[in-house]
């Protein structure tokens, strides 16, 4: 169940799903005045009992992507990371986050997909070590 953000500044909105894989969506501008209302998002997630295997971070609507929120974000990354759960990110629409992205090298380092449903139909771990094994065991 989808839960708003009603604390935050009006020039980024968030929304946050429960259970796994959990989707936390942003929209607007996402900088330095905005970016611990991402960080608390994510966190929430994550403190799920038991954590999500997934969190899907969806960067559609971001119209402005500083250089501390993609810190912030790769520091949600490795939190991610420490609870076992693997982060990906969606694509932003407009140019600007999108460059700064792959200015800065965060896009090759992040599991980016083109959007909500890409990113929710890769599976999870146990999906993807399904296939490694069909994959393996075809090759023998």
Do not use: K
């Not at 894989?21 to 009992?49: H, K, Y």
């Not at 899907?56 to 609507?61: A, M, N």
């Not at 990110?89 to 449903?117: K, M, N």
């Amino acid at each position: 169940m989808p839960s708003a953000d009603r604390s935050r500044p009006d020039r980024l909105t968030t929304s946050r799903s429960h259970g796994d894989p959990a989707v936390v969506t942003l929209d607007g501008e996402l900088d330095s005045g905005t970016v611990l209302i991402m960080a608390r998002a994510v966190a929430q997630c994550l403190a799920q009992d038991p954590a999500p295997e997934v969190v899907v971070l969806d960067l559609t609507g971001v119209t402005l992507l500083a250089a501390p929120a993609i810190r912030v974000l790769l520091h949600a990354r490795d939190h991610a990371a420490r609870c076992r759960t693997t982060l990906r990110i969606t694509a932003p629409r407009h140019p600007g986050p999108l460059r700064a992205l792959r200015i800065s090298g965060a896009y090759a380092i992040f599991d980016v997909y083109v959007d909500r449903v890409a990113a929710l139909a890769a599976g999870d771990r146990n999906s993807f070590l399904e296939l490694a094994h069909r994959m393996w065991t075809a090759g023998h």
